[in-house]
């Protein structure tokens, strides 16, 4: 005897009649003769409008466009001229399976059942020793740490145990916005465009006129004044234009170290 099943067809019914080369609708009124192709796709022969209802254009199904949704790629006209793209997974791969509640590994040998969290972070359960590698211990992901770096603040321990804060601004603000490269006010109305320099010092561009107000005048920043003070030397003109200098210590010298209170060598 025989064991024969019957063919399961373009829409998954057993026996049914929607095979390849059979008609169909494709839901796109800019093609005809639709059917279904070897693959079960159903596919339309486009009449003189594309897509995007142009006579005679390019925008026809499997060409690029644009579904507007950030979080897809490679996105293509449909059979039925309907826009849609690539899920981007949290690794940025395009169509990836790195999807959320998909298991992935956070790099901490603590935690167990690692999966991307909604928000793309790979988070794992933590077993019963925390970061620090003690039983039962408090230093798990989330909780205070120090990762030894003076220009972060906030530390804590990340998903993977790692310990990571965040940059403290040139304002000494934890996570602050006026970072190196960033706009500021240096204070000196004949400066424009004044940033934030790598070493957290606010500095203008000079416009035509010195610290001193002369359209053209050679009073800059970085270039000698006098601060008036008897007992300083070495006045220069800062960056806001004001007029600072050394202490001249007990021994004659500007910015010397021979201070009232100091030792005698």
């Known amino acids: 005897m025989l064991c024969a099943g019957q ?35 159903c596919v339309g022969t486009p009449t003189n409008f594309d897509c995007e209802g142009v006579s005679g254009g390019s925008a026809l199904p499997g060409t690029p466009c644009d579904d507007g949704n950030a979080a897809t790629g490679n996105d293509v006209y449909q059979s039925d001229c309907s826009c849609e793209g690539q899920v ?4 940025g791969v395009v169509g990836g399976s790195a999807l959320p509640g998909t298991s992935c590994d956070d790099g901490n040998n603590n935690t167990i059942n690692d999966t991307w969290s909604s928000s793309c972070q790979c988070v794992g359960t933590p077993t019963n020793f925390d970061c620090e590698g003690v039983s039962g211990g408090s230093a798990l992901p ?9 220009a972060t603040g906030n530390d804590v321990y990340q998903s993977d145990c790692s310990c990571a804060g965040q940059v ?36 203008g561009t000079p416009t035509n006129f010195d610290c001193e107000g ?35 210590d007990c021994l004659g010298v500007a910015g010397g170290s021979a201070l009232p209170g100091t030792k005698l060598r």
């Open 7 to 41: 063919v399961i067809d373009c829409t998954g019914a057993v026996g049914g009649t929607a095979l390849p080369g059979t008609s169909h609708d494709d839901g796109n009124s800019n093609t005809i003769n639709d059917t279904w192709s070897s693959s079960c796709q």
């Open 88 to 91: 981007i997974d949290c690794t």
């Open 142 to 150: 989330g909780t205070p740490c120090d990762d030894g770096n003076a």
């Open 168 to 203: 403290i601004d040139c304002t000494g603000v934890v996570g602050g916005t006026a970072l190196p490269g960033t706009s500021c006010d240096d204070g000196n109305n004949n400066t424009i465009n004044d940033t934030w320099s790598s070493s957290c010092q606010c500095v």
């Open 214 to 248: 002369v359209s053209g005048g050679s009073a800059l920043p970085g270039t000698p004044c006098d601060d008036g003070n008897a007992a300083t030397g070495n006045d220069v003109y800062q960056s806001d234009c004001s007029c600072e200098a050394s202490t001249i």
